[in-house]
Each structure stands twice: as C-alpha cells, then as structure tokens.
Nanobody, 123 residues
Framework: QVQLVESGGGSVQAGGSLRLSCAVS????????MGWIRQVPGTEREGIAGIDRDDTPVYAESVKGRFTISKDNAKYTSHLEMNSLKPEDTGMYFC?????????????????WGQGTQVTVSS
C-alpha cells in the first residue's frame, strides 16, 4: 500500500516562502510522476507542479517562476519550494503520484494522493 504524507504547510505573510515535503512509503518513486495539486475552498483542484522520471518539471502558469518542484528518488521524497507567496496561493496542498511517462498537471491523472497540508498566505 503506497502512502504519501505531506508536511511543511503553515501560515506566512505575502512575499514569504514555504517548503512543502512529501514522504512516500511502500514503493519506489524513481519511475513515477510526482505532482502537487492545490485546492481553494469553493474552487476546483488545480495541478500546479509535476516532475517526471527524468526530473523534468512542469508548472502551471499561476506559479511559474515562483515555485520549484523536486524529487529525491533515494529518499522517496518530493518537495515544493514556494517563494514570493501571494494571498491567492492560500489553499490545501496535496502531493500526488502517477505512473505515466510524462507529467500532466490535471488532477484526475493522479491515482495516489496524500491527505494534504494547509498553506495560508496573509496580505
């Protein structure tokens, strides 16, 4: 049974930074696409970053240039470095995984999910 556990969420002022982590247990992530999806109450889930088996990242336009995704296959972890945070980045952030060769951002393509970690950015 694959488990994904997020950590690193919290409250920060606009312009600040946070680093989210995703610890994976139960299976190697070396051939997976790892992604980060966020959800704001009342809106649909938004895929914001993904990284494929070749460590090629992909980002949503809303976070490009501010967020950086990475993964460490040896440590079974993925990270999301978030800089220049804005109040509109507030939401629940989920780590997710899928076995595709490439990394689509659409949340429906992911089949393993963590429980999420809350990020709150105040103005």
């Amino acid at each position: 049974q694959v488990q994904l556990v997020e950590s690193g969420g919290g409250s920060v002022q606009a312009g600040g930074s946070l680093r989210l982590s995703c610890a994976v247990s139960g299976e190697s992530i070396a051939t997976w696409c790892m992604g980060w999806i966020r959800q704001v109450p009342g809106t649909e889930r938004e895929g914001i970053a993904g990284i494929d088996r070749d460590d090629t990242p992909v980002y949503a336009e809303s976070v490009k240039g501010r967020f950086t995704i990475s993964k460490d296959n040896a440590k079974y972890t993925s990270h999301l470095e978030m800089n220049s945070l804005k109040p509109e980045d507030t939401g629940m952030y989920f780590c997710a995984a899928q076995g595709r060769l490439y990394c689509p951002l659409h949340p429906d393509t992911y089949n393993s999910w963590g429980q999420g970690t809350q990020v709150t950015v105040s103005s």
